[in-house]
């Protein structure tokens, strides 16, 4: 068991970007969502990452109440769309329940995918966003030139959008809020080192931020290293508050109200009965 810190209560929180069809949470994702209630998360974005696992995320969304999906082809898995491919892909997006394009992009820190074939796919599915009316979840890795030229040409018709697990330094992010797009915060801000991610967390509009876990990875101090799960958006959103020098509380109320406006999550779920019991271990 990893022991959790003393937490007696915790405001409302919305983790924006999880991958709950990975195998870390295989027969494992009624008591993650059990502990992010717990620990004050209300909703969790389960994130495609191309067409097999969106339609997975689809499918966990529609089985949990708390949780939403996107569906999108991760640069890792980039390819020149074939008609059908984009037919699925844009009828998986069109479902109930996924609230976003994502998560797309470019990344040419691995270049895992020629980066011409990277482009085309990121643009391909820039196209489908637009038609369909859907706000995009960015995956940006040292590409940051070419996504601000292709971002560019879509931006004015695109929903407002969110750059995932933004790794830039305050320079980029003002050009991300210049372009209108939410900018979310993983667990990364954690970490002693991450000292421009700190800076943005300080500097960036309230009425921008959003937080996120990105888990099963990059779990926040005291995780680190540790399977990362969505109840530890907690530890991300306090980190933020201590960047800003503001409340835990303040933080998950902006945060939680950007993420319901972004993603056009309504209702909110019914009332659990455990929703006041403290998160204390997993």
């Excluded at 992010?36 to 495609?48: E, K, N």
């Excluded at 979840?137 to 929903?159: G, K, M, N, T, V």
């Amino acid at each position: 068991m990893v022991k959790g810190s003393n937490m007696l209560t915790a405001p409302e929180l919305i983790d924006t970007h999880a991958h709950l069809d990975f195998p870390e949470f295989t027969d494992r994702i009624p008591a993650v969502i059990q502990r992010a209630r717990q620990a004050g998360v209300s909703r969790i974005v389960t994130i495609g990452i191309d067409i097999e696992t969106s339609r997975k995320a689809s499918l966990i969304a529609l089985e949990n109440e708390e949780v939403y999906a996107s569906a999108g082809i991760h640069p890792h898995a980039a390819g020149i769309l074939a008609p059908r491919e984009l037919e699925l892909l844009e009828e998986i997006a069109s479902r109930i329940k996924v609230v976003a394009v994502g998560e797309i992009g470019l990344d040419y820190y691995r270049d895992m995918q020629p980066r011409r074939v990277q482009v085309e796919c990121f643009r391909r599915q820039m196209e489908l966003a637009v038609k369909i009316a859907k706000p995009v979840i960015f995956h940006i890795r040292e590409a940051w030139d070419d996504f601000f030229e292709i971002a560019s040409e879509f931006a004015p018709c695109l929903p407002p959008s969110v750059m995932h697990c933004f790794s830039g330094d305050w320079g980029i992010a003002r050009r991300c809020l210049d372009s209108g797009f939410y900018l979310s915060i993983p667990g990364v801000v954690t970490f002693n080192k991450a000292l421009a991610l700190q800076e943005v967390a300080k500097k960036a509009p309230f009425e921008r931020l959003l937080v996120e876990t990105d888990s099963p990875y990059l779990a926040p101090v005291p995780f680190r290293g540790k399977t990362n799960e969505p109840a530890l958006v907690l530890h991300t959103a306090r980190k933020v508050a201590q960047c800003r020098d503001e409340s835990l509380e303040k933080v998950a109320a902006h945060t939680t109200r950007n993420a319901l406006s972004v993603f056009g999550i309504h209702p909110p779920p019914k009332k659990q009965k455990d929703a006041k019991e403290p998160f204390a271990s997993f």
